[in-house]
């Protein structure tokens, strides 16, 4: 009995856990009116990892809890991802410079063509599920797609910290929920015997995480010089307008 409620709470844990990270994330961003600090490249990775997985689940059949987890990630990610958008920076490298991506590609000015993007990717491996859903190579490669772009999520935000030279703008509650969370679902992965994809996926990303936990405490908190700079200008803008 007790067996059985503790797999039961861990798989709820495994489930709502990992997408509510984000919430305080969201709320840090929507207070200050400004995403500054956080990648919006952790949107693409994890919205293109868990549309994977959830084609992955089609053909194993994980356990739910995961595929749930999936769901309610893709939701949230899609609500953070409008929400960056909005108070996208306006000193952000494609503001001042344009994109230096291929076809802008995760830069795009407006919600609309994110959206685009996600369909067009749902409809493309919904058409190759349909063709090869059958072979275990084509499902085996899905498990170690999504779980591998997954696990490079914290990639992205570790470039960031070290091109801004500071942890400004991510939240300390985000870092927090990486590596518990990672910690977490790594020994629920083994006791679990889940597939090899999930477990050398998450061995992987929670090294990333301790990588950052090291940048923390290198760099810390301090505003980057382009919040500096762009803080500078409202100031002058504020004094000219009270001199008028």
Request: hydrophobic letters at 50%; aromatic letters at 14%; one cysteine or more.
């Amino acid at each position: 009995m007790v067996a059985t409620w503790l797999s039961t709470t861990a798989s709820i844990g495994m489930a709502v856990g990992p997408p509510l990270v984000y919430a305080d994330q969201a709320l840090s961003i929507v207070k200050k009116k400004d995403a500054t600090g956080f990648s919006r490249d952790v949107c693409a990775i994890l919205l293109i990892a868990n549309i994977t997985r959830c084609f992955f689940w089609l053909g194993n059949r994980f356990e739910t809890a995961l595929l749930v987890q999936s769901i309610l990630m893709i939701l949230a990610q899609l609500a953070l991802l409008y929400i960056c958008i909005i108070y996208r920076p306006r000193l952000s490298t494609e503001a001042i410079a344009g994109s230096t991506r291929p076809l802008s590609f995760w830069q795009w000015p407006t919600y609309t063509q994110y959206v685009e993007f996600l369909a067009g990717l749902i409809l493309c491996q919904a058409i190759l599920f349909l063709i090869f859903g059958r072979s275990e190579v084509f499902v085996g490669t899905l498990g170690f797609v999504a779980l591998g772009l997954e696990s490079t999520l914290p990639i992205p935000q570790l470039i960031s910290n070290y091109k801004q030279r500071s942890l400004y703008g991510f939240r300390m509650s985000t870092l927090i929920g990486w590596v518990g969370g990672d910690s977490f679902k790594t020994v629920y992965f083994f006791l679990q015997h889940s597939p090899l994809q999930f477990k050398v996926c998450a061995v992987f990303q929670l090294s990333i995480d301790v990588a950052i936990i090291f940048q923390r405490f290198v760099y810390g908190n301090a505003p980057p010089m382009s919040v500096l700079l762009e803080e500078g200008d409202e100031l002058e803008r504020a004094l000219a307008l009270s001199e008028e």
